[in-house]
């Protein structure tokens, strides 16, 4: 069946430190998208990735999808303490129906 | 966010009890699911609706149910069947299921059994 498997599970950083977490499916993906849960909160959606190596950009995130469609990224440069939560990836493999969420990246940034 | 809700924020109940979840929206959207998340861990998918009068089990239906009569409402009732119901209670819409499309969440429900 469909993997997703999301690295690391849990990243500590210092305020101003990047982070990168990592999405990586066992087949190929229509789309996939992140989400970001702030503690105790429900995900929000962040962005959406379609095409073979897209990369894109939302001020300190970068967001790339691999040229396989099988990966993607999510990077953010100089973190802030408001950068705290779970990001998700999620995907839809191609032909799929579901929507398969990855079990998140808990990013820690002391001050 | 999103023009979803869900009712009640917090909800307990004793072992043995069957309890519903509430879950309205206002976005005109076909597509409803309902996710568990134990802490720590990702989003499980529990059943989903692609349009009113149908649902389909998720990955961890067993001691769930569900209704879908109206378009913005979905439903989640767990059961006394469902051994391990302490959780937090995550639905959501989109415009329609099997299509790349944003999910819209709800605040979620934090459930404890006792």
């Known amino acids: 069946g469909q993997q997703v498997m999301q690295i690391p599970q849990y990243q500590h950083v210092q305020e101003g430190e990047d982070f990168t977490t990592y999405c990586n499916s066992s087949?190929?993906?229509?789309?996939i998208q992140w989400y970001k849960q702030r503690p105790g909160g429900h995900p929000v959606f962040l962005i959406q990735?379609?095409?073979?190596?897209e990369v894109k950009k939302q001020k300190r995130l970068t967001f790339q999808f691999g040229e396989a469609k099988k990966n993607s990224s999510l990077h953010i440069t100089a973190t802030q303490t408001t950068d705290v939560g779970t990001y998700f990836c999620?995907?839809?493999?191609?032909?799929?129906?579901?929507?398969?969420f990855g079990a998140g990246t808990r990013l820690f940034v002391k001050a | 966010d999103g023009g979803i809700t869900q009712s009640p924020k917090y909800l307990f109940r004793k072992e043995g009890q069957n309890v519903t979840l509430s879950c309205e929206q206002n976005l005109n959207h076909d597509a409803m699911y309902w996710y568990r998340q134990d802490p720590g861990q990702g989003l499980r998918l529990i059943y989903y609706s692609q349009i009113v009068n149908d649902f389909q089990k998720g990955d961890i239906a067993e001691g769930y149910s569900v209704s879908r009569e109206k378009k913005e409402s979905f439903p989640l009732t767990v059961t006394s069947a469902q051994k391990n119901p302490t959780a937090f209670y995550l639905c959501?819409?989109?415009?329609?299921?099997?299509?790349?499309?944003?999910?819209?969440f709800g605040p979620g429900t934090r459930l404890t059994v006792l």
């Open positions: 999620a995907v839809m493999p191609t032909g799929g129906f579901k929507t398969i």
């Open positions: 990735l379609v095409k073979s190596g």
């Open positions: 087949t190929t993906l229509s789309n």
């Open positions: 959501a819409s989109s415009i329609r299921s099997g299509s790349p499309d944003t999910q819209y």
